[in-house]
């Protein structure tokens, strides 16, 4: 039986993910879970983000469920360094999974654009680019200051990214996959990314593909979002182009997201792309929708197809049937959607 | 008087162009202008992008306008690379100006956004980062290929940019200046842009100020675009932004750009950010207004502040009272775009 670690976090983190932990024993009885207390109270507590110790704890497991780490009070970029880009890396996480949904009874911002209509999923590299951290500063604080970031790429990383990308394309209606970069600039990185998006379209005959570079795409996921399907890219683009795929289908307050590694060498992180949340936390009343949607990606990926599919059309029920502006309470929710999906 | 040189360029850029170059006759009646042919044509015949013979000659003008360069039988990046960011180096374009409008009589794509509540412009930096060219590939073609691409960023170029987005901000009514960029992950070149922020500051304590993460603005400028006043940011994020910008506004078929050396030592550029849309070339029906409030850009920068607010309010007028949907001669637009502005 599955082993989930449960990393609730800080804000809201532990009340959306108690519902999604819920909803995962609805489906799959008899997983088990640990909860590991990790997050910007541990952090005030010890001064750690992710002791070694806990590190190959977590290894252990087939998956991690994470709420979300982070308040005010920790310097920005300690925890998202500490112990979530440490986990993508040292995981090997390097497939990042955004799918992006304008849910039926859920109000985007696109005037035109009709439920139904914006249906894609992002593979965002995870363990490469821009996030490897090269880069330096010198003479800092004077005239004479630079600082450089450097953005690695080897075709290992690039091919394994793209070759899952293609895989979840086949597994889709529409079957096809745009690559996004910045060729015409980024000539490098870009030559890389497009000569082994080049050689592996070879292997999947029945795959459509486009080229955009990333300023077209920021601007198509606005006025056209629903001409995606699979959009494939690197570290930073796909940062940038999932909180816009976000913005677009209702906010990230319903996003769900995965750190995969497609080989379960490592377990795979799964967490909603909202934050904590401190001015909501502890009265009950957050939307444990995203991280419901996220536990979903997580059964997929432990080889729960159907469950996965049962609790996101729990999701899309409970959407559907909402009455815009409405209250509701973390817990009732969690609790509707795990009848749902059991049943 | 003025000299200007026109870069018409390929598809529909000579078009839009020449209505541009009759509005500012218009205005500022008597100013010189030089048509030069660079663009994909001249590419075919000669092989050349831009001589370095030219590139010395267009230093000697006030300011160039440049209508559209590139078409499909010309390898992407080629012209981008050898004209237009040629002329951002060599002519040291560091202010990439790029306002954003949602017009009275534009219909955005946002459904919740009234026309008047997005205002705002983008300062975004056009000589450091990604764009630096620096970096390099190894192994090319094999399994063990390796890409590189680094953003080199200075001291000297990016307190200049800040400086002018917070002398941009203090002329505004809203004097607000959000910083752009990833800190949370670019530690180097993100610790640089947020040093030297806060240090420019300290000399315009009547301008507001916020810092935004790249993936969190790209998110905003779709679900709260009225947010935003002045927006600084590194080359590649701004490049990234401002077709989101574009996209709120209305699509890039109305937005204007400068490549801005503010000192005048060198000559700025400024063009309509659409491409060169061979589809309707030759037809007279590409709408000249972003070239046209290119055209206002560059007099605001030659010192005819008045004479750029007429052009901008002759738009204004022009795009409300236009039906939507309705087709459009390009010649009858410049004209009374001219007439407007003149007056
Ligand atoms: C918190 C931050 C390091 C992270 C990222 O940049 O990847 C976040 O924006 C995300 O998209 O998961
Ligand atoms: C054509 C390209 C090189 C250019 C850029 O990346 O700056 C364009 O996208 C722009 O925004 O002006």
Redesign the pocket.
């Known amino acids: 039986m599955a082993r989930i670690a449960v990393v609730g976090g800080d804000g809201i983190g532990p009340e959306v993910t108690a519902q999604a932990i819920k909803v995962i024993q609805a489906v799959l009885p008899g997983v088990e879970t640990v909860d590991y207390d990790l997050g910007a109270a541990r952090y005030h507590r010890t001064g750690e983000v992710l002791p070694d110790s806990v590190r190959d704890e977590l290894a252990g497991f087939d998956a991690i469920l994470l709420g979300a780490v982070g308040d005010p009070t920790v310097p920005p970029g300690v925890l998202e360094r500490g112990l979530l880009l440490k986990m993508r890396f040292d995981f090997d996480q390097y497939v990042n999974l955004r799918p992006s949904k304008l849910w039926p009874g859920v109000a985007g911002p696109l005037g035109a654009v009709k439920s139904g209509e914006i249906d894609f999923v992002v593979v965002r590299e995870g363990t490469e680019g821009l996030y490897a951290g090269a880069g330096g500063v010198l003479h800092r604080n004077t005239p004479a200051e630079i600082a450089t970031e450097e953005s690695l790429n080897t075709r290992f990383g690039v091919e394994r990214v793209i070759r899952d990308a293609f895989a979840r394309a086949q597994r889709r209606e529409r079957r096809k996959v745009t690559l996004v970069h ?1 060729t ?2 980024l000539t490098h990185a870009g030559g890389l990314w497009a000569r082994t998006f080049e050689a592996v379209k070879a292997d999947f005959p029945d795959v459509t593909t486009e080229y955009q ?1 990333v ?2 795409a920021a601007m198509f996921m606005v006025t056209a979002p629903a001409r995606y399907d699979v959009v494939v890219t690197d570290n930073l683009f796909g940062d940038i182009l999932t909180d816009i795929a976000a913005a677009v289908t209702g906010g990230i307050g319903l996003a769900a997201s995965g750190c995969i590694n497609p080989e379960r060498r490592f377990p795979s992180m799964f967490e909603p792309v909202h934050g904590s949340a401190p001015d909501i936390a502890g009265e009950g009343v957050a939307d444990p929708v995203a991280a419901v949607l996220s536990a979903s990606l997580l059964l997929d990926h432990l080889g729960h197809p159907d469950a996965a599919a049962r609790v996101t059309e729990a999701v899309a029920s409970e959407l559907a049937a909402r009455t815009p502006g409405a209250p509701l309470r973390t817990a009732d929710v969690g609790d509707r959607l795990a009848a749902a999906a059991a049943s």
């Open positions: 910045k015409n600039v570079h300023d077209a």
